[in-house]
């Protein structure tokens, strides 16, 4: 079952509090997601401990119920 975008953002919220998230639905069919991610707890790590965070929080979810999710992360706006 595909997820809704207010869903990937609050569980993405909820692990990254100060995040600022934008989210695109890429196709149209709640699969197939683009994410820009701005946190202040990205700031020292490097780009795959920054998705990493992101994975982490979308925990079982990230290839199941959301297929795909493309992520650019950044550590200030």
Known sequence: MPMKADDIVAMIKT???DAQV???DLAGDDN????????ESFAG???IEQHK???TALG????GDLHALSIKTFSSR
Do not use: C, N, W
């Not at 683009?34 to 946190?39: G, L, M, N, R």
């Open 15 to 17: 692990a990254l509090p």
């Open 22 to 24: 934008e989210l695109t």
């Open 32 to 39: 197939h997601f683009q994410a820009h991610i701005y946190s």
């Open 45 to 47: 790590k490097s780009r």
């Open 53 to 55: 965070m992101v994975y």
């Open 60 to 63: 079982d979810k990230m290839g």
